[in-house]
Nanobody, 120 residues
């Protein structure tokens, strides 16, 4: 499974951004996709994840109410809509695909990530 993420960039605090991640390859074992992020000096953390049929989502506590994950199954693509961005959201955002939401981090396929910088 290959993952291609896009949409990162520089945005001012309070601004918004939308990330995209498209999966390709053998998708039969993929039951969920999501986003993690890795900020300088911090451990990797869950941002958001979504089950293939869209029936279940999960969000990290720090982004609840500000970020929304969605998917387009016809395109094997997930999106992350981010609003009210803060400086602490600055990180490399990593796309991941795996068997389920709970197993994404340990058993998922990882993309290279896209950098989001929130700064004035």
């Amino acid at each position: 499974v290959q993952l291609q993420a896009s949409g990162g960039g520089l945005v001012q605090p309070g601004g918004s951004l939308r990330l995209s991640c498209t999966a390709s390859g053998r998708m039969l074992a993929i039951g969920a996709m999501g986003w993690y992020r890795r900020a300088p000096g911090k451990e990797r953390e869950l941002v958001a994840a979504i089950k293939n049929d869209g029936s279940e989502t999960d969000y990290g506590d720090s982004v609840k109410g500000r970020f929304t994950i969605s998917r387009d199954n016809a395109k094997n693509t997930i999106y992350l809509r981010m609003v009210s961005l803060k400086s602490e959201d600055t990180a490399v955002y990593l796309c991941v695909a795996g068997p389920s939401i709970s197993t994404l981090e340990d058993f998922g396929y990882w993309g290279k990530g896209t950098l989001v910088t929130v700064s004035s």
